[in-house]
């Protein structure tokens, strides 16, 4: 067993660099060093009771160590990274501290037991399994009494065996070439003279099919996707699949709880959409498909659309074959141009070829599809800011007032929200009446709040929900007796956007006249009521309710979802400085109307060359997806010293570099405005951006996939002037 603590000494490193000016910042990297992880070492024992041990100690982030023996040696052997050191043991166990160092010097430890005995091994007990996920690979665990460490032998021909060995206790992996049966053994070692041999033929398998699903989609609106085949749209309805000219074997199976089509012996898969007027995909900017392949498959894999109408075709890559795993691709319907291809509006016949005969594909996820249409607009909606076309909210036993929002933070950035106060109403609510009666067919059917109730408000013992209902007007003060209505349950103390959707979620009609219709079908309805922790009660509750919308269903956020408004429920890892002070929690200077949120990040730069502040994300950004950054911002002119141009930057950079990650990176600049709130925009579609250049590569940051890293500066870099700004509300969208 492994106890491991963090040790840190403090030393200068003193760095002689020669290199142009903009080398001469990367003296940060010194900070971005990695401490030590995954300590161990392997003993090797020699086998004539002098008790000889060669230990090799390994870790991640680590240049040398130190290695304490665990008897009465004095001192450690201080070991570089790759070698090893011996030392002669009497019989006994021992705890072995190994001390890692990294090019900072900082230290971690870890302590592993070692075992010296002259006794042969006993009781010997060895488990050995196919990995789950890697085709071909067996894992290895022996433990024993008196042994220190174990060798596996493959049973192969032709390799100098044994091929792995490890500490008694630990797992070690092997990765055979070949699925099939083999003799193996597992030789199990101590001080001693004598070993314990464990011998069993043993069946290597390889993975055949994919052992999980394909990864899920995104949500995505009816217009701006067309599904050929996908769990998570609508597909198209297909004439013909396979057609009678294709050549391999298809079959559509279920694996992993998730619907996919295997292709066997596959030459060319052919479909036909219809033949009248085939499938209209000429809005569509890409084609994705998913697939996985065995090892050993390792053919071409290409997609063709033909168009029999107008006449033409072409055909494009999914490009290099990776095996094992599942591969997500998605192509530039630019790229079918390029043949004799007609147009794109007529489709009628889509083919999946490999170039040779692959033995097995597997497809998941197949369609067409283009950027959110701005999401389609909405047909009502109001943010509580002036900008909406709900032509009032009324209270019904409730309060409806619109306030600044007491609850500003990453959950919902806005300046104004609707206050829903019910002090003990038996039926309270609040409502209003469209200008027009709602037609919840072609996908308009989705009503959605984000909603915030506090859990110091409520008394009583109401379940904790929202419900909204349709209602029709024309019954005046009986409108209620015809309301269909939708009930979600909430969670106190945050934003959550609540979401109704009259197609698809459960809905419950009143049914006061014994008819019960679904709500789709109806065309009398033009009354919105929502009502917080139901009604029938006389129990009070506070709620705040902003960007009410009601149209077609809204485009899910992926990841990375990047948001922080500094009050605690932010999305961002952690802040970093470089050269500058980055406070989280920093009492907000400058309350006014533009910004009434209680914390903000303080930014300080006292003089740092190239001051900035940080953060990196899990995930990498994908800009196709989401583009634009956004953040609040207030410069105090008085905190400003130099003559630089008052402007902020966002640069994006591959943190995977370390402390060269500013070598890849592309900036977008904006001019600020001193002494006020802003809010500034950067996008990396529609701005104009700037790439580093470093090593003569100018790619286009949309068609990038390496940037996880975002840097904020203020008032440029490369001087020794001060400013201080004040951030809030950052925002990845």
């Known amino acids: ?166 500490n008694i206790g630990n797992t070690i992996s092997y990765q055979y070439a070949t699925a099939g049966t083999y003799s193996v053994k597992v030789i199990a070692k101590g001080a001693a003279i004598a070993t314990t041999e464990y011998a069993v033929d ?4 390889e993975i055949l099919a994919p052992i999980v699903a394909a990864s899920k989609p995104p949500t995505r609106n009816d217009v701006d996707v067309i599904s050929i085949f996908s769990d998570a749209y609508t597909d198209v309805t297909l004439d013909e699949l396979p057609t009678s000219w294709s050549v391999g074997n298809f079959e559509a199976v279920n694996l992993n709880n998730d619907n996919v089509w295997k292709l066997t012996s596959l ?75 007609a147009n794109k509006e007529k489709i009628t016949q889509i083919l999946i070829d490999s170039d040779g005969i692959a033995g097995v594909v597997y497809v998941d996820n197949f369609y067409f599809y283009k950027a959110p249409s701005g999401v389609s607009p909405p047909l009502l909606s109001d943010d509580f800011e002036g900008n909406g076309n ?31 106060t019910d002090t003990g109403g038996q039926y309270a609510n609040i409502q209003f009446t469209a200008p027009t009666k709602f037609d919840l067919k072609n996908g308009q059917s989705v009503f959605s709040i984000n909603l915030y109730v506090p ?29 269909t209505e939708i009930i979600k349950t909430i969670v106190l103390d945050q934003w959550q956007t609540v979401t109704f959707d009259f197609v698809n979620d459960n809905w419950i009609n009143l049914n006061n006249n014994g008819v019960d219709p679904d709500p789709v079908d109806r065309t009398d309805l033009d009354k919105v009521v929502i009502q917080l922790n139901s009604e029938n009660n006389n129990d009070a509750v506070t709620g705040y309710i902003d960007d009410f919308y009601y149209g077609v269903a809204q485009v899910q956020d992926t990841a990375p979802i990047v948001k922080d408004g500094f009050e605690g429920q932010g999305t961002i890892p952690a802040w970093v400085g470089d050269a500058a002070g980055a406070n989280t929690s920093f009492a907000n200077p400058f309350v006014n109307a533009d910004n009434n949120s209680a914390t903000v990040l303080e930014y300080t730069d006292t003089g740092g060359q190239y001051a900035n502040v940080n953060f990196t994300v899990a995930n990498k950004f994908n800009l196709v997806n989401k583009s634009k950054f956004s953040i609040k911002i207030y410069v105090p002119s008085s905190s400003i010293s130099g003559s630089q141009n008052n402007q902020v930057s966002l640069k994006l950079q591959n943190s995977d570099l ?25 996008d990396f579609v529609n701005d104009n951006w700037i790439n580093l250049n470093n090593n003569g590569v100018d790619p286009d940051p949309i068609d990038r996939t390496d940037l996880d890293k975002v840097v904020i500066q203020i008032n440029g870099e490369n001087n020794n002037d001060t400013v201080t700004a004040y951030i809030d509300n950052v925002n990845y969208y």
């Not at 009583?460 to 209620?480: A, E, F, I």
Request: aromatic share 8%; charged share 15%; glycine share 8%.
């Open 267 to 341: 030459d060319f898969l052919g479909m036909v959409t219809n033949y009248t007027n085939g499938i209209d995909v000429s809005a569509m900017e890409k084609l994705h498909i998913d697939y996985w392949v065995p090892e050993g498959v390792t053919n071409e894999l290409l997609i063709k659309i033909v168009n029999t109408v107008d006449g033409g075709e072409d055909i494009e890559s999914l490009g290099t074959t990776v095996t094992g795993s599942w591969q997500s691709i998605d192509i530039d319907m630019t790229g079918f141009d390029g043949g004799n291809l």
């Open 1 to 166: 067993m492994k106890k491991i603590k963090n040790l840190y000494k403090f030393f200068f490193l003193l760095l002689i660099v020669v290199a142009c000016d903009e080398e001469l910042r990367d003296i940060s990297f010194a900070q971005s060093i990695e401490l030590p992880s995954n300590i161990s070492a392997t003993y090797d024992v020699t086998q004539d009771n002098t008790g000889l041990v060669t230990i090799t100690p390994t870790a991640d982030s680590t240049v040398s160590y130190e290695v304490y023996f665990g008897d009465n040696t004095p001192d450690p052997a201080i070991v570089t990274q790759g070698e090893n050191v011996q030392h002669t043991y009497a019989e006994g166990t021992y705890q072995v501290k190994i001390v890692a160092s990294n090019l900072n010097g900082d230290k971690v430890e870890a302590t592993q037991q070692l075992v010296v005995s002259f006794k042969a091994p006993q009781n010997l007990v060895v488990v050995i399994e196919n990995d789950a996920a890697i085709s071909k690979q067996v894992n290895i665990t022996a433990n024993a009494d008196f042994a220190t460490m174990y060798e596996f032998d493959s049973g192969e021909t032709g390799v100098t065996q044994p091929v792995a060995n490890g």
């Open 390 to 420: 709900i032509p009032a909210f009324s209270g019904d036993a409730a309060g409806a007032n619109i306030i600044d929002n007491p609850q500003n933070n990453a959950g919902n950035f806005s300046n104004k929200i609707l206050e829903y």
């Open 658 to 682: 370390g402390g060269n990650s500013w070598q890849t990176q592309t900036e977008i600049i904006k001019t600020i405005v001193l002494d006020q709130w802003q809010v500034i925009t950067f």
């Open 202 to 205: 043993f069946e290597v398998t």
């Open 455 to 483: 859990s110091s408000s409520i008394t009583g013992n109401q379940t904790n929900q929202v419900s909204l209902k349709l209602q029709n007007s024309d019954l005046g003060g009986n409108s209620w007796q015809t309301q």
